[in-house]
């Protein structure tokens, strides 16, 4: 049994985890004499120096063969208009959530961006930092980076002036498109538009270069 972004341990057996967008706290139970569990290491205590535990340092794996699934998948869709890649932690974070998602493995980070550029996406969906925020990040092509964040969980109150948009409300986002254009609109919760873009289809040569 995997036991996700621990935040509380109650005993060898018991946890505490978020749910619903951080608005509801689960305690989990495990019997299994090996369990999995992932923390949020802002939920504990740095620890003291002079404890009696080593310190490895652990070497990346390197490329486990996930850009050449990425690519396969990607190349599959030869005949779409638009495409748009969606994961969770985005790899280009300028809010709170900096140095703490795929920007922490940089190697990593370049070995997908890369891929998606190449695989010709023009926009990421990602979520992690909580409020719609969006940037265009440009490399050899560019890719529009969207964070919609604003599901239920608390907003961030500090601004993050380096996204090309950053808006710490909950809100929507909604997606059109036709064989020309793409367009992503954010809404509040009233309705209201607080953010627009389109992105124009990029043809099969473009793609190809």
Known sequence: MQISEVIAVESANTFQRPIYAGNAIQTVQSSDKVKVVTVRTASFAATGEGGSASVEAVKSAGDP??????????????RAEHRIAVYHEPAFPLGLHRGHAL???????????TTL????????????????????????TAIQQVVTGGAGGD???????????????HHIVVLDADDRRLV????????????EIEIEAKSATEVAT
């Open 117 to 140: 550029e190449a695989g010709g996406v023009g926009m990421v969906l990602n979520g992690h930092e909580h409020a719609y925020a969006r940037i265009e990040i440009r490399r050899s």
């Open 103 to 113: 920007d922490a493995l940089p190697d990593e980070r370049d070995r997908l961006w």
């Open 155 to 169: 907003l961030y109150g500090s601004p993050c002036p380096d996204y090309d948009v950053f808006l710490p409300e």
């Open 65 to 78: 063969g996930l850009s050449k699934y990425l690519s396969s998948a990607i190349a599959g869709s030869d």
């Open 184 to 195: 992503l609109r954010a809404l509040d919760l009233s309705g209201r538009v607080i953010d």
